[in-house]
Nanobody, 121 residues
Framework: EVQLQASGGGLVQPGGSLRLSCAASGFTFRSPDMGWFRQAPGKEREFVAAVSWGGGRAYYADSVKGRFIISRDNAKNTVYLQMNSLKPEDTAMYYC??????????????WGQGTLVTVSS
């Protein structure tokens, strides 16, 4: 059973930074590409960023490009999302997922619990 637990969210002022973590278990973490997604209130879930299985390739949504950095540590079965220069429109529940197809197709059933990010002054 795939289990993913996101953490690190919170309340931050515009222009601030947060680092999200996603701990994975129940599958061979080294195998799949991984992604971060988010869902704002009243909106559909959207793709944020993806990292390849070895960590050597990354892909970002245009809305976060240049501000967010995705990375992974396969030894710790963890994927990270460093979020800088945060904007109010980044407010959302953030989720990680294994990817079925690069770069933005999540693997069904691999959603874990999300972590809430609120950007507000």
């Amino acid at each position: 059973e795939v289990q993913l637990q996101a953490s690190g969210g919170g309340l931050v002022q515009p222009g601030g930074s947060l680092r999200l973590s996603c701990a994975a278990s129940g599958f061979t973490f080294r195998s799949p590409d991984m992604g971060w997604f988010r869902q704002a209130p009243g909106k559909e879930r959207e793709f944020v960023a993806a990292v390849s299985w070895g960590g050597g390739r990354a892909y970002y949504a245009d809305s976060v490009k240049g501000r967010f950095i995705i990375s992974r540590d396969n030894a710790k079965n963890t994927v990270y999302l460093q979020m800088n220069s945060l904007k109010p429109e980044d407010t959302a529940m953030y989720y990680c997922s294994a990817l079925r197809q690069w770069p933005a197709t999540p693997l069904p059933g691999s959603w874990g619990q999300g972590t809430l990010v609120t950007v507000s002054s």
